[in-house]
């Protein structure tokens, strides 16, 4: 969703603790283990993996160290490529800035083409990338390797026949043993694998730790924990979430997912996707009045205008001065963060994170994928294109690009001694995901698991719900609608079995 | 045996007969032969996309792959109140009408307070223009951060003078977000009318104001019985493009409400896009794209009607 453009400056003490806490971070290998078709072993203890390819250890602090139990992945190294010389086309997105692109570029894109003479990458930079590649390969065109915004963007490609599949591609290059085993699956249409997951997201409750000490507040874990709090911290004249949709509409469907999961349960949540339970049942019904009632407190920036008219840059700025206390949102603002907190913003906060509370005070987090990449039906070079695929997702080029660019790392496991220089707290999150996900603990983004229009309801009418318009009821009945036609139309993602 | 002169006349004369026709059809060939490239170009970007929509439009297309032909059902899905589509229409009416009244007014006072300006004329003129040289990204984002409701204008009012009337989130409530946009757009747009009815006004002969003086005119006299009349075709046609236009607003709202809150500023232009670009329906994106050409068609048929029945617009 939102990327981080920052580059990270490792200093001694973070090189000291990344490598503390860094042997834990192979817990996202874990992963497999709860997600994975064939069903999960729920560890009984949250240091090991069943797995002998994966090695899980998250660590308590990050002071102490746990030790490996399996053999860690070693980076893949690319498979050599004999084909012809190619030049391959890669559209980058520049809407909000270019930066972030360049950043890539430089740290993936510029190695490659340096490191051998046969297969060149051209990158171009456009605005809108996403709206020109539809466009293009509508037409017959566009770039060799494709980018969307996310799975169900790719699966409508897929079904159009302008993706290449990628299962031969899969089996020679070993993309099974390196990807988690429930993000593949994602790629699916028809049997075939179209896509590679990019982008690994979840969403936490951020807080202002110091604001939080200063008022002796403690952290929620349940949702009447959460809205207790937030009253409380109302009523000491500071804003409970730094919350606002200015810049990014689509920010609605953050808490409409939230809710859904965290209140109804991914149980409920899994049921509904594959048609087994409806949208309006009297769960769904309560999650989505909590959250309108969180609206109708103005806990949100103070009041639904004052939502409405509060951009990123704001709403971060309160987060960061105090004057907002709480924010839930994904793991993509954590590169942001530290341009509000510290000395960077000239003042004495800190932040810190707590999983989003749920109604049962499980921790649940919710899987995201923020972007696809799969090779264009149309290629002449599709060897060479799956060839830079093998190379753009090993985990040293990934970790290289997550710690130097500040976006999220593709769904593939990743030894924590690559990531050296990834904020710890940004560490413990992905550790807490992979405990979480192997006791099957996880939850569904809209932008990831639902179908395009259904999504765009939940964005969209929910603003009807907050201005009276509509009752919670007739939204989810029209979301349940809408949900019914794309179903039909078979454009729900694939849904990882639970 | 004709005399070279004779043959020379007989020729000329042969050539003049055949010029006379092959003259005329050259005269009739030619003009379309430069003009074809532009055509073809126009044909290419215009009118076979347009032709595709009419077609899109029938059917079940989500923009990549195949379309399934369903007749009707793009249109009768539009029609249905809880299309959004009736709202947006509304809101399209609303801001033609704003278009066709406040910035016409504005621009009619501002080019008649300047027409006899002399000095420093150009400076005015530029100053007034400037906005509308402005891109459109440009200017919603510094309005954005102007109807700020801490940190613009309005608060800076506020702190300065106790009046908190200006410090409202306009485009966070669903009352103001519409009349906030259309207060964005006047300001960029209503300088370019300024600049073309001063322009059209200029052309408008001196003596006929000589004459509306000596006749003892008021300065409101002067300007209902010629300025005005002198400037109606310009006026006219200024309508008939606000009109048309009213239909196609786009850009301003996308950028400050993406038709929010609540549907409050949602326009047939933003439907289209979401339709197309969000919810992968591009049939019905290209239905009510259709729509909205036929609406702007029924605006050309009005000012064509009115012409044919004698009215000098």
């Known amino acids: ?498 | 045996m004709r005399s070279q002169l004779q043959e020379r006349t007989l020729g000329a004369e042969h050539i003049v007969g055949l010029g006379g026709s092959s003259w005329k059809r050259r005269k009739l060939v030619l003009p379309w032969l430069f003009v074809l490239p532009a055509l073809g170009l126009n044909l290419v970007v215009t009118i076979g996309p347009a032709v595709g929509a009419i077609y899109y439009s029938f059917t079940d297309w989500s923009g990549v792959g195949k379309a399934t032909f369903v007749g009707l059902d793009n249109y009768r899905q539009m029609l249905q109140s809880s299309s959004g589509f009736w709202s947006a229409l509304a809101h399209n009416l609303l801001y033609m009408c704003f278009f066709l009244t406040v910035p016409m007014a504005m621009a009619l006072l501002a080019s008649s307070l300047l027409a006899p300006i002399r000095r420093g004329a150009m400076l005015y003129r530029m100053g007034l223009f400037l906005p509308y040289v402005l891109p459109s990204v440009v200017t919603a984002f510094i309005w954005q951060s102007l109807m700020d409701p801490d940190l613009g204008l309005g608060s800076l009012i506020a702190r300065w003078t106790g009046f908190r009337g200006l410090a409202q989130p306009f485009l966070g409530q669903p009352h103001t977000a519409l009349p906030a946009i259309a207060f964005v757009d006047n300001w960029h747009w209503w300088g370019f009318l300024m600049v073309l009815f001063l322009t059209a006004m200029q052309g408008i002969p001196t003596d006929l104001y000589e004459t509306a003086k000596i006749e003892g005119a008021s300065r409101w006299q002067e300007f209902w019985y010629v300025t005005l009349p002198g400037i109606r075709p310009t006026v006219a046609i200024m309508i008939l493009m606000t009109s048309i236009w009213s239909f196609l607003v786009f850009d301003y709202i996308w950028i400050l409400t993406q038709g929010g809150p609540a549907g409050a500023s949602e326009v047939l232009a933003t439907l289209v896009y979401k339709a197309a670009f969000q919810n992968f329906q591009a049939g019905y994106a290209a239905a009510i794209g259709l729509t909205m050409s036929l609406l702007a068609g029924v605006v050309i048929a009005i000012f064509v009607v009115l012409r044919w029945r004698g009215w000098e617009i």
């Open chain 1, 1 to 498: 969703m939102q990327k981080g453009l920052n580059h990270t400056r490792i200093t001694r003490r973070q090189l000291l603790r990344g490598m503390g806490v860094g042997v834990g971070l192979l817990a996202i290998g874990g992963l497999a283990q709860a997600c994975g078709s064939e069903g999960s072993t729920p560890t009984s203890s949250v240091k090991t993996s069943s797995s002998p390819s994966q090695v899980v250890t998250p660590s308590a602090s990050p002071a102490t160290a746990a030790s490996p139990t399996g053999a860690v992945p070693v980076g893949t190294q690319p498979v050599g490529y004999s084909g012809p010389n190619a030049t391959l086309s890669m559209w980058f997105d520049t809407t909000g800035g270019a930066q972030g692109a360049k950043c890539v570029v430089d740290a993936a894109i510029t190695p490659f083409n340096s490191m051998q003479s046969k297969v060149k990458v051209d990158p171009t930079f456009r605005a809108n990338a996403w709206d020109a590649t539809r466009t293009a390969l509508a037409g017959g065109g566009g770039p060799d390797l494709v980018g969307t915004p996310g799975p169900s963007f790719a699966v409508a490609l897929a079904t159009a026949n302008q993706l290449a599949p990628l299962d031969e591609y899969i089996a020679r290059y070993g993309w099974k043993e390196r990807y988690l085993s429930w993000a593949l699956p994602l790629g699916l249409v028809n049997g075939k694998i179209y896509s590679l997951p990019n982008e690994m997201e979840t969403l936490v409750l951020y807080y202002n730790k110091t604001l939080f000490q200063q008022h002796g507040w403690k952290p929620p874990r349940t949702m009447d924990d959460l809205m207790k709090l937030a009253a409380q911290i109302d009523a000491a004249g500071i804003i409970p979430f730094a919350h606002g949709n200015a810049d990014w509409r689509p920010a609605n469907e953050w808490f409409v997912g939230e809710f859904l999961n965290h209140v109804a349960g991914p149980d409920a949540v899994y049921q509904a996707l594959m048609g087994q339970k409806r949208w309006d049942s009297p769960e769904f019904i309560h999650a989505i009045d909590l959250l309108v009632q969180m609206q109708k407190n103005g806990w949100f920036m103070g009041s639904l205008a004052r939502y409405y008219t509060t951009n990123t840059n704001t709403r971060l700025a309160a987060f960061g001065d105090g004057k907002a206390a709480m924010d839930i949102e994904g793991t993509w603002v954590i590169a942001n963060l530290k341009n509000y907190f510290g000395k960077a913003a000239h003042n004495n906060n800190e932040w810190d994170w707590v999983p989003m509370p749920s109604s049962s005070g499980k921790e649940i987090f919710d899987l995201a994928i923020g972007s696809t990449m799969s090779i264009n039906a149309n290629s002449k070079n599709l060897d060479a294109a799956a060839y830079f695929l093998d190379y753009f997702f090993s985990p040293e080029v990934d970790a290289r690009v997550v710690v130097h660019c500040g976006v999220e790392p593709a769904p593939i496991k990743i030894s924590a001694s690559q990531l050296k220089g990834m904020d710890p707290r940004q560490i413990q999150i992905f550790e807490h995901l992979v405990q979480a996900s192997n006791e099957g603990s996880y939850g569904y983004t809209t932008w990831t698991f639902w179908p395009p229009a259904a999504e765009n309801w939940l964005i969209e009418k929910i603003e009807d719900v907050w201005a009276g318009k509509m009752t919670v009821k007739e939204y989810l009945e029209g979301h349940q609608k809408v949900f019914d036609q794309e179903r039909k139309e078979g454009k729900v993602p694939p849904i990882p079995k639970r």
